[in-house]
């Protein structure tokens, strides 16, 4: 079992930036992979950014040269630094924890609202 506490989310205009937090009840060098999805009204929820244990990270399209994902060992806590942000960024971000157990499991956080207006 995984819990994930999320914190970060807010309010800001465009070209702006926010910082996402995801602390799980877990070292997350324990987790397979721990990555940021979002959904927006009426969509689906999409990946946003995902980093492995070892490190390997990756990001959707919309993101690349924004959003970093980032982990600090020391807090145990996993970062979405979001960067230049417009106003299609807008949704409920959450966090996601990929584990391995007898079979994977995905841990969801439970939301955080980042609205990005123009």
């Known amino acids: 079992q995984v819990q994930l506490v999320e914190s970060g989310g807010g309010l800001v205009q465009a070209g702006g930036s926010l910082r996402l937090s995801c602390a799980p009840s877990?070292?997350?060098?324990?987790?397979?992979?721990m990555g940021w999805y979002r959904q927006a009204p009426g969509k689906q929820r999409e990946l946003v950014a995902r980093?492995?244990?070892?490190?390997?990270?990756n990001y959707a399209d919309s993101v690349k040269g924004r959003f970093t994902i980032s982990r600090d060992n020391a807090k145990n806590t996993v970062y979405l630094q979001m960067n230049s942000l417009k106003p299609e960024d807008t949704a409920v971000y959450y966090c996601?924890?990929?584990?391995?157990?007898?079979?994977?499991?995905?841990?969801w956080g439970q939301g955080t609202q980042v609205t990005v207006s123009s």
């Open positions: 877990r070292s997350v060098f324990s987790i397979y992979s």
């Open positions: 996601n924890a990929e584990d391995y157990s007898g079979g994977w499991t995905n841990y």
């Open positions: 980093i492995t244990s070892a490190g390997s990270t």
